[in-house]
């Protein structure tokens, strides 16, 4: 027991500080309980048995799913329809936003939901002069409500009910909680309507020109190549490396026609005007020593940055906490001629960065402002761990695929509902259905899947059997119990929440379910109280991460894109998260007993 319990200590500290990958601290789980073994009760094929978990199986299908529902481009129609069915009314333009993302995100994965919605909602701030950073945190708030409305809203409850029907026989039916998740979410729903959007400030403002937005005015420049330049005849590659100023040439124009970084082969040529990316003490030094003139214009706009022969454009693209980026710099990984794009600028944590970006390791939830072609944008699209703030052009979308994504989501659903058979077999005929069909391409399956999901989970679940083999479980649900004696059942079910809660906000949800629902059936079962009404609290509890922007991958997308300072979602998320705990262990009092 005292092995598990030092093996939880060292994967609670990694998650929590992520100096490892979580998901390869999750493959190291598996490695550390098999060869712990005769401490552990885990060997060989019990170590390796999350791979072929129905949990695991069934998350990758969703994954999957929900890429064919996203292809199909029926949210931005329903964003269109919002716009114009509010005609400038802020309340019913941001009630329909987030209606719209806890509703969808019953039946589709949360995550895929807000990074759909994240470029719709921006389109429609920007168009309807509304600050971004109103809608935003909202609608990921929304999805993680939402997502509990039905079995295969999150990965969570998939997880929850493949370990409550290891440990209680009771695996949940695909509607088990939906009046549950339904008060939850109108509660949710109420409060974001009423206070929620009071609570937060309008860190970005309403802009149209991403170059407003990100207040570039005094980081962008024009200026021409003289006859006396000592650049004439030189290539940029050459120039930029000798210089070694924070410098960047983001486009050259010549002739009429116009060329966009990287530009490393191209030779200066007096008359060559030139955009730059720099400060005003570099761009002061420059013209002086290498005899450039300043092109006099009152500014300089997104539009500048356009070039329809190469459909170059200004684009936002947020980094996710698994994108293999996260820890490198734009100079480390030579992000210009790897994505054939150029960062301009950085917002992290509700601050603009400029100076000396190259150098600055990224994390996840950055936002970089980047002057890419058509095909670089395409490629960050179709990556999933990156998300582009802006929407897709339609020819990209398979809207004529509408009613047969639907039709096969509603199938996957139906069958598993009746249960005519597992959600399992069900999921994965869906995905079978919608490559059959070519709602999703073959070669888009396995991009769709966010993979270190699939390895923590799979990693995961020995740490559980370990926990109730090993007797740790019982031993830690005994400890609570002592502490909370005298105190009725229902406030001890109040206990666990609010403790899942808090350990949700520093590690993976699904890590908080693996630890805690164990424990809170053991705490139920010493107590003479309900146990499956314990794990209905863990389930909500750590599906619902409020507090900070790293406590939920929904959070994370937003925190960029907003604006947001990490403070911001305590502000908003605080007391939400307070109400819903009252609201939640009250409904599963009221429903299932304690």
């Keep these: 027991m005292l092995v598990v319990l030092g093996l939880i200590a060292i994967v609670l500290v990694l998650f929590i500080t992520e100096v490892i990958p979580i998901d390869i601290t999750a493959l190291g789980v598996i490695v550390a309980v098999v060869l712990l073994e005769p401490w552990t009760g885990v060997g060989p094929t019990d170590g390796v048995a999350g791979f072929a978990s129905p949990a695991t199986i069934t998350v990758l299908a969703m994954f999957v799913l929900s890429e064919g529902i996203r292809r199909t481009g029926v949210l931005r129609r329903l964003g269109n329809a919002i716009v114009a069915w509010a005609q400038g009314s802020f ?44 809608l935003l945190m909202p609608i990921s708030f929304a999805s993680m409500l939402g997502g509990m409305l039905t079995l295969i809203g999150t990965s969570t409850s998939i997880l929850a ?12 039916s695909m509607f088990e909680f939906t009046a549950l998740g339904a008060i939850v979410l109108g509660t949710g729903l109420v409060y974001l309507m009423t206070v929620g959007h009071r609570l937060l400030p309008e860190r970005i403002k309403p802009e149209e020109d991403l170059t407003d937005e990100f207040e570039m005015s005094g980081y962008l420049a024009e200026v021409v190549v003289t006859e006396e330049s000592p650049l004439v005849g030189r290539t940029v590659r050459e120039t930029l490396g000798q210089m070694e100023l924070d410098l960047d040439i983001v486009q050259m124009r010549r002739d009429g026609e116009a060329f ?7 030779e200066f ?16 030094e420059l013209m002086d020593t290498q005899e450039l003139e300043p092109v006099v214009r009152t500014k300089i706009t997104e539009a500048d940055f356009e070039i329809e022969a190469e459909n170059e454009a200004l684009v936002e693209v947020v980094l996710l906490s698994d994108n293999p980026l996260v820890g490198e710099t734009l100079r480390s990984v030579t992000f210009a001629q790897r994505y054939d794009a150029l960062v301009l600028a950085l917002r992290r944590q509700g601050e603009l960065l400029y100076d000396e970006i190259d150098a600055v390791p990224l994390q996840g939830g950055d936002t970089l402002l980047v002057q890419a072609s058509g095909r670089a944008i395409k490629q960050f699209e179709q990556n999933r761990t990156f998300v582009v703030v802006q929407e897709e052009d339609e020819v990209s979308f398979r809207s004529e695929k509408l009613p047969l994504a639907l039709g096969i989501i509603g199938l996957v659903v139906g069958l598993a509902a009746m249960e005519i058979m597992p959600i399992l077999v069900s999921a994965l005929g869906g995905v079978v259905a919608m490559v059959a069909t070519g709602c999703v391409q073959p070669n888009e399956v396995y991009e769709a899947v966010d993979w270190s999901v699939i390895v923590l989970l799979a990693g995961l679940i020995p740490l559980g059997m370990a926990m109730e083999r090993s007797g740790t479980a019982e031993y830690l649900a005994y400890g609570v119990t002592e502490m909370s004696a005298g105190l009725p059942a229902v406030a001890l079910l109040l206990v666990f929440y609010v403790f899942t809660s808090l350990v949700t906000q520093l590690i993976s949800n699904n890590a908080s379910v693996i630890l805690m629902i164990p424990m809170a059936v053991e705490a139920a079962q010493l ?27 929904t959070n994370l997308m937003v925190y960029g894109p907003g604006g947001y300072r990490f403070t911001d979602f305590l502000r908003m998320g605080a007391p939400l998260q307070l109400l819903l705990s009252i609201v939640t262990c009250g409904g599963i009092w009221m429903i299932w007993g304690v």
């Design 269 to 284: 040529r007096a008359g060559d005007v030139l955009l730059l990316r720099t400060n005003r003490d570099v761009l002061v």
């Design 260 to 266: 966009a970084a990287p530009l490393g082969p191209k």
């Design 161 to 172: 009910s493949d370990v409550s029907a290891r440990l209680l026989d009771h695996p949940f």
């Design 91 to 134: 309340y019913k333009q941001y009630g329909a936003l987030i209606g719209l993302s806890g509703g969808t995100a019953g039946i589709i994965n949360n995550t895929p939901v807000v990074a759909m919605m994240i470029p719709m909602t921006t389109n429609i701030a920007r168009k309807t002069k509304t600050s971004p950073s109103k």
């Design 527 to 553: 107590t003479g109280a309900n146990p499956f009404s314990f794990v209905l609290a863990v389930t909500f509890a750590a599906s619902g991460a409020l507090l900070t922007p790293i406590g939920y991958q």
